[in-house]
């Protein structure tokens, strides 16, 4: 590929969860994202860690190898290595920092690594249009779900957190509950657009900006356990309206709390991100509500929404532009946080 000299061009690797991923970025642009998806824990439902480690094991030099080869850049035009230093899974971590550093060592370039959570935040900056400062968003993945107020791409704070189990996490627990695959978020959506959401479920009283998905998760397993004991083919019969259901329940308990973080902080440019801001009624209710309250909102590309390398390229490119890097000696941390309003 002919590039400007004086070019900044990253590899980044992902490999925090189940998802062995790879990109290139050149002066702020994705030129690759290539993303291997595990399909082995489907019959676990759950990630199993020490199968996603093996698994990143195997596909993290072809994935890499097709991430250059998609972009056309060549190893020795690499300006930096980046990779996701956490929050993970640690053995799944192990094998992305691992293989950066040897890299990073052996072409004799820095090393970056990268907040898994900042890096769904600044999926937001990988295509246009791209949110103003200060800038809200709520990243809902398997694993988190936080409303995070972005001063500027390296400098953001969690100003609301859950003190239970994650949105995605939701969706994946009692998608199990209805006998789903894994991950069920996305099959919960399929088929929540053939169904009426005609079925009232808890909704969690927490203070201020926190959310809790627990209790739903126990008032779906009541009304099922109920509904099952007059009518065995209960769920086979009305799948699609009580995933419509589950589904309305989690976007109005996230919709809540955005509505109370634009209202608290001031701030209209809105966007969400992570697995979950896939989710066809919570992009409907968050341009719904760009109407409502004037709101600016910003969803990433699907590609940019789930785990991905485009993003960690994406944070990473911002971290070389500030002269952000490691040392050979630095570590995974699987509970990398960003820091909270009163940290
Ligand atoms: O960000 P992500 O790919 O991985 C983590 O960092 O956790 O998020 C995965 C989560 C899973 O819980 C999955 O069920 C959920 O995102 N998800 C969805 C949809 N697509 C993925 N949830 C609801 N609707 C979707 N369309
Ligand atoms: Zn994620």
Redesign the pocket.
């Known amino acids: 590929m002919s590039t400007h000299p004086n070019s900044i061009i990253i590899l980044a690797i992902e490999s ?4 062995t991923s790879a990109a290139i970025i050149r002066d702020g642009e994705v030129l690759s994202n290539l993303i291997a998806t595990q399909t082995v824990h489907q019959a676990y439902g759950g990630v199993v860690p020490e199968l996603a480690s093996r698994q990143h094991h195997q596909k993290i030099v072809p994935v890499i190898d097709e991430a250059l080869r998609t972009s056309g850049v060549k190893k020795d035009q690499l300006s930096a290595i980046a990779f996701t230093q956490g929050p ?1 899974l640690l053995g799944s971590l192990l094998v992305g920092c691992s293989f950066a550093k040897g890299m990073a060592l052996s072409l004799d370039i820095p090393l970056i690594a990268v907040n ?1 959570m900042e890096a ?1 935040v600044l999926a937001h900056f990988v295509e246009d249009p791209k949110p103003n400062f200060p800038f809200l968003c709520l ?6 779900t936080q409303l995070v107020k972005v001063t500027n791409p390296l400098e953001m704070e969690v100003i609301g957190t859950t003190r239970d189990d ?4 939701a ?2 627990k009692i ?1 199990k509950y209805l006998g789903l695959d ?9 088929l929540a657009r053939d169904g009426q959401a005609k079925y009232e479920f808890a909704k969690p009283r927490v203070d201020g900006l926190g959310f809790s998905f627990s209790g739903l998760k126990t008032s779906v397993l009541y009304f099922l356990r109920d509904k099952l004991k007059e009518d065995e083919n209960f769920i086979n019969d009305n799948l699609n309206d009580i995933c419509a259901s589950v ?1 309305q329940t ?1 976007v109005d308990i996230l919709m809540d709390k955005l509505t109370k973080a634009t209202k608290k902080t001031g701030i209209t440019e809105v966007g969400i ?10 992009r409907k209710a968050l341009s719904e509500s760009a109407e409502t309250h004037g709101w600016k909102t910003f969803v990433p590309a ?1 590609q940019y ?4 390398a485009g993003m960690i390229a994406m944070a990473a490119y911002y971290k070389y532009e500030n002269g952000d890097f490691v040392d050979q000696d630095v570590t995974p941390n699987p509970r990398l946080k960003i820091p909270t309003a009163d940290s």
């Open positions: 925090s969860c189940d998802d993970g898994h769904h990243t809902v993945s398997g694993g988190h994650a949105a995605g996490e969706f994946d998608g894994y991950p069920a978020g996305p099959i919960i959506d399929k589904q989690i991100a992570g697995g979950v801001s896939a989710n066809s009624a919570l699907i929404c789930t785990d991905n």
